[in-house]
């Protein structure tokens, strides 16, 4: 009995397969997008605050506030990056079912155990893309295999250095011609003056000490921490 039944069992529609999963990854493409847009009008914010603190004569806020860009836009580099990979899983498995259609049997894709394992990587699709890993094996798409295969070590001493030099331009590029203006020590963010305390001559040594805007930076850092978490 249970032989006539698998006989009359419907075997999965390769092609509606392939439709389901595109769909899903179409999901993820479109939540990164979202993610995507709302860094960038939290960091259109931030740029207004930064131009803020320089004209207060404040930039030990405003560098801080630079690396917090610095840090979001790295985040959507790497969200980009996770877009593209969805993408050419989308393109693999289109063309890995196309190829079973017409032999008749499906072949594990290389490519796509490859991009599937460096996405498990990333901590928005981790849970997402075990589960579609699973999915891919069951139906022949990718072998089983060790999720620590992609080497993922970086150079955290290195990464600092680029993260100063990033810092730099962004303060350049936001708030260039009121930095230009204040005392190195002051530029640096090494102290902070009242604006209407600080002279334009570079030459000038005599600088009151400013207070600490932590609180305040905390307040600003608060809508990226929500928008990356």
């Known amino acids: 009995m249970k032989r006539l039944m698998n006989m009359f069992k419907r075997k999965p529609d390769p092609k509606q397969k392939l439709r389901d999963w595109q769909r899903k990854l179409r999901q993820e493409c479109r939540k990164i997008e979202h993610q995507i847009r ?3 009008r939290e960091e259109r914010k931030v740029k207004k ?14 560098k801080g506030l630079a690396r917090e860009i610095v840090s ?10 996770n877009k593209a990979h969805l993408n050419s ?3 693999h498995l289109g063309e890995t079912v196309g190829t079973a259609i017409t032999v008749g049997n499906i072949s594990k894709s290389t490519e ?20 579609f890993s699973k999915e891919l094996t069951k139906a022949g798409v990718i072998g089983e ?5 992609v080497d993922d070590t970086l150079n955290s001493e290195d990464m600092e250095e680029d993260i100063e030099e990033e810092v730099e331009k962004v303060l350049t590029a936001v708030a260039g011609d009121t930095a230009a203006k204040l005392p190195e020590a002051v530029r640096k963010g090494k102290i902070n003056v009242p604006a209407q305390k600080v002279k334009t001559s570079r030459e000038e040594e005599t600088i ?3 207070v600490d805007d932590e609180e305040e930076l905390e307040e600003v850092r608060a809508p990226f921490a929500k928008v990356r978490s």
Do not use: C, H, W
């Open 112 to 131: 796509v155990m490859k991009l599937v394992i460096i996405l498990m990587k990333a901590p928005d699709l981790a849970v997402t893309m075990q589960e």
């Open 49 to 62: 605050d930064i131009k803020d603190s320089a004209k207060r004569n404040d930039m030990a806020t405003a």
């Open 145 to 149: 295999f060790v999720s620590d295969a």
């Open 89 to 91: 899983i989308s393109m």
């Open 72 to 81: 979001s836009r790295r985040i959507v580099k790497r969200l980009y990056e």
């Open 38 to 40: 709302d860094i960038e």
């Open 208 to 210: 009151a000490e400013g």
